[in-house]
């Protein structure tokens, strides 16, 4: 019971990390973007574990606007990376998240960090099927920021056609998590097929997403670089 509810209150405050970042993202980055749990103070355990869970989206919206972000938040970010480095043995996904935290903190705050060390594994990107590749990539959206260049990157543009698959897979699983992650990188694409109706998908994935901050993070975060307002 106790492990339960500590994975409630986790994913509670995962809610309001995100939905602080959306609401920043609507703002145009001219707000804390991380919210309650982050502004009045040192964050907690649970605060610092959540930070982790959302990754470089928590200073999203000062990468995208140029920004500047709030000193707990660069603190929280900051102390997320060094508390949470990955094992070496650690799967792609969490190594790569750790890559992109440290990356985001370094552009936003050059003096706190040094730019990550090299780049994790890659071969999933070329080995992976479409499904697990849609599901990998969905995980790592944050990643998914106009002008990053990472190893990351590059695979998803080598398989513009399978990450569409995934897409309307996930949708029509009713995953809308997974669908806004993929929605975002294609979002970010070359030479996704018109055929996808992507900016349609969004729109009903936000829609069937509605009271998921986490969704609603990852399609406003779309748009924007569907727009080129986040160029």
């Known amino acids: 019971m106790e492990q339960s509810g500590t994975s409630a209150l986790l994913q509670g405050v995962v809610q309001d990390l995100a939905s602080g970042v ?73 190594a790569w998240s750790h890559w992109g935290m440290t990356r985001a903190l370094h552009r936003v705050d050059p003096g706190s960090t040094g730019p990550p060390d090299g780049e994790p594994v890659t071969g999933w990107l070329r080995d992976d099927s479409w499904q697990s590749l849609t599901h990998r990539l969905a995980v790592l959206a944050a990643l998914a920021v106009p002008g990053e260049d990472s190893a990351v990157a590059r695979g998803a543009q080598q398989r513009v056609v399978d990450l569409s698959r995934g897409f309307v897979r996930a949708v029509r699983r009713r995953n809308w998590r997974q669908a806004a992650g993929a929605g975002r990188w294609l979002a970010l694409l070359r030479d996704v097929p018109d055929t996808l109706g992507l900016d349609a998908g969004l729109d009903f994935v936000e829609l069937m997403g509605d009271g998921d901050a986490c969704v609603a993070l990852q399609v406003r975060a779309a748009r924007l670089m569907r727009s080129g307002v986040a160029a």
Do not use: C, I, K, Y
Not at 57 to 64: F, T
Not at 82 to 91: H, K, L
């Open 22 to 94: 959306a609401a920043a993202l609507r703002g145009g980055g001219h707000a804390p973007s991380a919210g309650e749990p982050l502004r009045d103070g040192p964050a907690d355990g649970v605060a610092l574990a959540a930070v982790r869970v959302l990754g470089a989206d928590v200073l999203l919206p000062h990468v995208l606007f140029r920004t500047a972000p709030d000193p707990h938040e660069l603190a929280a970010v900051r102390t997320a990376v060094q508390a949470f480095p990955p094992r070496p043995d650690a799967a792609p996904a969490v």
